[in-house]
């Protein structure tokens, strides 16, 4: 079993920076795949960010790619999504997602979940 606890979720201006934090704990973090997922009231839950287990390997939604970067610490258990350049569209609940083998774009391919963090961008 995994445990994901994310953090650093808030109320942000238009343009402005967030930083997410997700702590796992429960299995060998530098063997999972990580990813953010974002869903946002009546929509589906959306793909933001991927990174490999080493960190090598990064992926994005076009939607974010250039104003968002995933990162991770295998020595603290913890990944990260820097948030930049926020816009209202943004708004979301944010989650943390673990899986065993590669990384994916696809909420179901993940095993673990954290409980979300909430993201509100003004404008």
């Known amino acids: 079993q995994v445990q994901l606890v994310e953090s650093g979720g808030g109320l942000v201006q238009a343009g402005g920076s967030l930083r997410l934090s997700c702590a796992a704990s429960?299995?060998?973090?530098?063997?999972?795949?990580m990813g953010w997922f974002r869903q946002a009231p009546g929509k589906e839950r959306e793909f933001v960010a991927a990174?490999?287990?080493?960190?090598?390997?990064?992926y994005y939604a076009d939607s974010v790619k250039g104003r968002f970067t995933i990162s991770r610490d295998n020595a603290k258990n913890t990944v990260y999504l820097q948030m930049n350049s926020l816009k209202p569209e943004d708004t979301a609940v944010y989650y943390c997602?673990?899986?065993?083998?590669?990384?994916?774009?696809?909420?179901?391919?993940?095993?673990?979940w954290g409980q979300g963090t909430q993201v509100t961008v003004s404008s």
């Open positions: 429960g299995r060998t973090f530098s063997r999972l795949h």
């Open positions: 997602a673990a899986r065993s083998s590669g990384s994916s774009w696809l909420p179901d391919e993940y095993e673990y």
């Open positions: 990174i490999s287990w080493s960190g090598s390997r990064t």
